[in-house]
């Protein structure tokens, strides 16, 4: 599909390089096509920066859900233990047995 020449656009900091056909050189100024080029430069760095960006979000949306879900399991064993905890204390009161920390 793409044959012929390789062409190099140098624009101070744009290098870029397009495979044209002849038949593409032939219809375009040079002009055309630093323009053309700069413009797919540009906007295939615009489209990298976006998917950048996606992959960034979706990476903290992870970390979130990770965190959310230790936090949860966190707060269970603390609901587990304090109901623990309250059993343990009822069936002492319930066995005649003091509690030591509350000193009779």
Do not use: Y
């Not at 190099?8 to 096509?33: A, E, F, H, M, R």
């Not at 230790?70 to 059993?87: G, Y």
């Amino acid at each position: 599909m793409f044959r012929g020449a390789q062409l190099i656009v140098n624009n101070n900091t744009l290098n870029c390089i397009g495979k044209l056909t002849k038949k593409d050189i032939s219809k375009t100024t040079n002009t055309q096509l630093q323009n053309d080029v700069r413009d797919w430069f540009i906007e295939s760095q615009q489209a990298k920066q976006r998917d950048d960006r996606r992959f960034e979000r979706e990476r903290e949306k992870e970390e979130w859900e990770v965190e959310k879900v230790r936090l949860e399991h966190e707060l269970e064993l603390k609901r587990l233990d304090s109901t623990r905890l309250f059993e343990n204390e009822k069936h002492r009161e319930e066995r005649g047995n003091v509690n030591p920390l509350k000193g009779t």
